[in-house]
């Protein structure tokens, strides 16, 4: 089980702190953002997990570990050439994002969709593609999440019955979801208000902030 701080918002001496503390995978959800703190947080592994525009894929590739948020394969043939690139002979771990409830406000494949996106990823050589990831329903109760988060594993096991290169990774859950979604399965999850606290609201109208 892997935890994910997102560290969204949080200023570099915070993150710092997490990561002394132990938390030493951290997540953020924009490019812009993570280029002026990636620096200053030495000592950390860092994920992707919000939308990357394609101007920006270039800048990613060099500064994030991970890639949670692969939703297009277009997006994923760029970073496999800008892998090929960056750090050559290190393919660049990424993940799926599905798409499972087919919310118009969230990126991602949808679930029938995915098996073309996994076949093509598996293609690209600068690429290993390790898993799955999801953004569960946003809802009163984290029970409403549950039929979300079971979807996705249940696609994650039949997708590797046919792709058996496919990782066994299921990034799912957060702040008010992450315990339904370990029940469920996840090997990921991507905390961020249950530890750096809840977030100023709204700097950045474009800033995915759920
Ligand atoms: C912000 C964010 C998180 C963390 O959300 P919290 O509710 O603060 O735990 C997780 N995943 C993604 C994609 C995010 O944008």
């Given at each position: 089980m892997?935890?994910?701080?997102?560290?969204?918002t949080a200023?570099?001496s915070?993150v710092r702190a997490?990561v002394?503390?132990?938390?030493?995978?951290?997540?953020e959800n924009?490019?812009?953002?993570?280029a002026?703190?990636?620096p200053?947080?030495?000592?950390?592994i860092?994920h992707l997990?919000?939308p990357?525009?394609?101007?920006?894929?270039?800048?990613?590739v060099?500064?994030?570990?991970v890639?949670?948020?692969?939703?297009?394969v277009?997006?994923?043939?760029?970073?496999d050439?800008l892998?090929g690139?960056v750090?050559?002979g290190r393919?660049?771990?990424?993940?799926i994002q599905?798409?499972v409830?087919?919310?118009?406000?969230?990126?991602?494949f949808a679930?029938a969709?995915a098996?073309?996106?996994?076949?093509?990823?598996l293609a690209?050589?600068?690429l290993?593609?390790?898993?799955?990831?999801?953004?569960g329903?946003?809802?009163t109760?984290?029970?409403?999440?549950r039929?979300?988060?079971?979807?996705?594993?249940?696609?994650?096991?039949?997708l590797?019955?046919?792709y058996?290169?496919l990782?066994?990774?299921?990034?799912?859950?957060m702040?008010?979801?992450?315990?339904?979604?370990v029940?469920?399965?996840a090997t990921?999850?991507?905390?961020g208000?249950?530890i750096?606290?809840e977030?100023?609201?709204?700097a950045?109208p474009d800033?995915e902030?759920?």
């Amino acid at each position: 089980m892997t935890l994910v701080a997102v560290s969204k918002t949080a200023p570099a001496s915070r993150v710092r702190a997490a990561v002394a503390a132990g938390l030493t995978v951290l997540g953020e959800n924009r490019v812009q953002e993570a280029a002026g703190k990636v620096p200053e947080v030495p000592g950390a592994i860092w994920h992707l997990v919000g939308p990357l525009q394609s101007n920006k894929a270039r800048r990613a590739v060099e500064l994030f570990d991970v890639i949670e948020s692969v939703d297009s394969v277009e997006l994923a043939v760029r970073l496999d050439r800008l892998a090929g690139e960056v750090r050559p002979g290190r393919p660049l771990p990424v993940l799926i994002q599905v798409n499972v409830d087919a919310d118009a406000a969230k990126a991602g494949f949808a679930p029938a969709d995915a098996w073309a996106a996994v076949e093509a990823v598996l293609a690209l050589p600068n690429l290993r593609l390790d898993g799955l990831m999801t953004i569960g329903r946003l809802a009163t109760s984290p029970e409403d999440a549950r039929a979300t988060f079971r979807e996705l594993r249940e696609l994650g096991l039949a997708l590797r019955a046919r792709y058996p290169g496919l990782g066994p990774e299921l990034s799912m859950g957060m702040t008010d979801d992450y315990e339904v979604a370990v029940e469920e399965g996840a090997t990921i999850v991507r905390v961020g208000r249950a530890i750096f606290g809840e977030r100023p609201r709204i700097a950045d109208p474009d800033a995915e902030q759920r």
